[in-house]
């Protein structure tokens, strides 16, 4: 089959092109619970560009080139392929969406459902993923799409989508009416992470973005306010919440002094959810505890909350903006993720 092959690092990103289009051999059932997809669309996640300047080499390959060469792509949507032999309740055709662990489901960690967190292999960062004709996965990752969505119009909920709805569901759970919610970032997660909040509780969205493009797509999908990061950021997010700032922040870009600002704009007794990385989070200790703030961080999601975003997907509450690439086009789809050209998410189509 063909795929997206990554050779080598590059920690400046700053090579033409980063993987590679080539044959490489087809995915194998070497396990009764396997199942071969067919993909339909994988998304191209700023964890790729990630993956690519190294960022998670101390965690998935900390001699430097043992992973290599790698197929990425971690959020996945096709049709089913090809099946072992324990395989129940699906047939070949069956289009599905991929939760992004793999894991044998047999840890205590695992069986109380905290899929993320225990032992398996995460294809597209540790192992061969979705940049790819197809992708050999576990039924137990699978999720059933109904008729009203087609893989590749949902291929970026596997991650990006299930992220969002895990921390907006957080979130969620403490917002009432009349309290405010900070977003941070309203491109490829964001954008999805408003309209989960929307269709999960009452509270005022305050969305703050550098681009005006995003902050398009914000009030798109449902922002109340809208504030251009930069300068006065604070100040304009202090006075929407009379000076007390929110009683949540959503982070999802983590880098380039969100994490200093977010906190800023958390209220005494808040929540900060940090979603995106690549700063280190500082702060004295004696300012969380005088304002007895949270910080919060969040990792994918369930299974289970795989499942529930597609039934909000099935009932339109919530919808991708979607950019389409072939599987041939993947460095300029990650060329123009990182020059941030896209207007929600790209999508790899093969």
């Not at 309290?179 to 009452?202: F, T």
């Not at 870009?253 to 989070?281: C, D, F, K, P, W």
């Not at 509450?317 to 790209?346: C, F, M, S």
Request: charged residues 20%; aromatic residues 4%.
């Amino acid at each position: 089959m063909k795929a997206q092959v990554l050779h080598r690092y590059d920690e400046e990103l700053t090579a033409p092109s980063w993987v590679e289009y080539e044959d490489v051999p087809d995915p194998r059932i070497t396990s009764p619970s396997d199942v071969i997809v067919r993909i339909g669309g994988a998304g191209v996640c700023r964890t790729d560009l990630h993956i690519i300047e190294g960022v998670w080499r101390p965690h998935m390959d900390p001699t430097g080139q043992a992973l290599l060469p790698l197929i990425m792509g971690h959020e996945n949507a096709g049709w089913i392929e090809e099946m072992g032999t324990e395989v129940e309740g699906l047939r070949k055709g069956d289009p599905v969406i991929v939760h992004p662990k793999i894991t044998d489901g047999l840890s205590l960690t695992n069986r109380r459902g905290h899929d993320m967190h225990g032992p398996g292999r995460f294809p597209g960062l540790d192992s061969n993923g979705g940049y790819a004709e197809a992708l050999a996965t576990s039924v137990r990752n699978l999720v059933k799409l109904p008729a009203t969505l087609a893989p590749k119009d949902v291929a970026p909920y596997a991650d990006a989508g299930l992220t969002a709805y895990h921390v907006a569901k957080k979130a969620a759970r403490e917002l009432v009416a009349g309290q405010y919610c900070v977003v941070i970032g309203a491109g490829g997660l964001g954008h999805i992470g408003i309209q989960c909040l929307k269709a999960m509780c009452a509270a005022d969205i305050i969305v703050v973005d550098r681009s005006d493009l995003s902050l398009g797509l914000a009030r798109e999908c449902g922002a109340d306010h809208l504030v251009k990061a930069g300068e006065g950021a604070l100040e304009a997010v202090l006075s929407l919440t009379s000076g007390n700032g929110a009683e949540a922040v959503i982070d999802f870009v983590g880098e380039h002094g969100t994490t200093s600002l977010g906190l800023a704009m958390t209220r005494a007794m808040g929540n900060y959810y940090i979603v995106g990385y690549g700063e280190n989070i500082t702060i004295p200790a004696v300012d969380m505890i005088i304002t007895e703030r949270n910080i919060i961080g969040n990792l994918v999601g369930t299974w289970a909350e795989l499942n529930e975003l597609m039934s909000l997907a099935d009932r339109g509450l919530v919808k991708l903006a979607v950019q389409e690439y072939g599987l041939k086009q993947a460095n300029e789809a990650l060329h123009d993720l990182h020059a941030g050209r896209i207007k929600g998410r790209a999508v790899l189509v093969p």
